[in-house]
């Protein structure tokens, strides 16, 4: 047990469990996204859905723990690197090199630490606002009283401070993503040039669909006002 303790304190350790850790919440904002989605289906879609997971009672306080800790983990394991090779440049980062292949040195990479300790701010307030926000009690189809959370989100976005400030973490959380998925599989062995290369490429691609969906939410919510005139939006 100590000399695994020690290994996943080492560099090259916390470098593995960031990538294991940034996986893992890279599946939690895939199905974050679909669940956040039923906004636009039936009127009574996104209260069902979380509903459904008020429902699962215990089960969901050590789901959100284990999510809590994941990101945590993942920001000090972050931080922890970035301090790390900081000490070990004392130039400041004011020079960037590589060895052996191009450098992916960019916006996204150099600013990980930065729009990591953003985005977990954000978290905070985003689960002060909806989890513990207040909601008026509705009656489903099925007869059963759920929090009117779709309510809630129509109410927030269309307020242009939390329409645009969630516009622009989330923007941020492009350029994390975009590298972090690039970054954690790499971490975990796929090292050859070509593959490099592919998972990049996917990285982008996941980083983009993902946010434009998260993105698209508030957007949409802010400029229809979240009328069920607006075509997406059914009506109750």
Request: charged share 15%.
């Amino acid at each position: 047990m100590p000399s695994f303790i020690k290994a996943i304190n080492s560099q090259v350790g916390r470098k593995i469990m960031t990538g294991i850790t940034g996986i893992g919440l890279m599946l939690f904002l895939i199905g974050h996204i679909v669940g956040n989605l039923t906004i636009f289906g039936a009127p009574e879609a996104f209260n069902i859905y979380t509903k459904t997971l008020e429902d699962l009672g215990p089960l969901l306080y050590v789901i959100e723990a284990g999510l809590a800790f994941f990101f945590l983990y993942h920001t000090i394991l972050g931080v922890s690197i970035w301090w790390n090779r900081r000490k070990a440049r004392p130039e400041g980062y004011k020079k960037y090199q590589t060895k052996g292949g191009p450098s992916h040195q960019s916006l996204a990479s150099k600013s990980m630490v930065y729009t990591g300790i953003i985005i977990l701010v954000f978290l905070v307030i985003h689960i002060w606002t909806f989890k513990f926000g207040d909601t008026e009690m509705v009656k489903l189809a099925s007869g059963e009283m759920a929090r009117d959370l779709r309510a809630l989100v129509i109410e927030k976005f269309t307020d242009p401070l939390y329409a645009f400030g969630y516009t622009f973490v989330l923007s941020l959380l492009i350029l994390h993503l975009s590298h972090g998925f690039w970054s954690a599989f790499t971490s975990l062995s796929m090292k050859s040039k070509e593959a490099s290369k592919k998972v990049q490429m996917g990285a982008y691609g996941f980083a983009i669909v993902i946010m434009l969906a998260f993105i698209f939410i508030p957007l949409y919510i802010y400029f229809t006002g979240g009328s069920c005139d607006a075509a997406l939006i059914s009506c109750n």
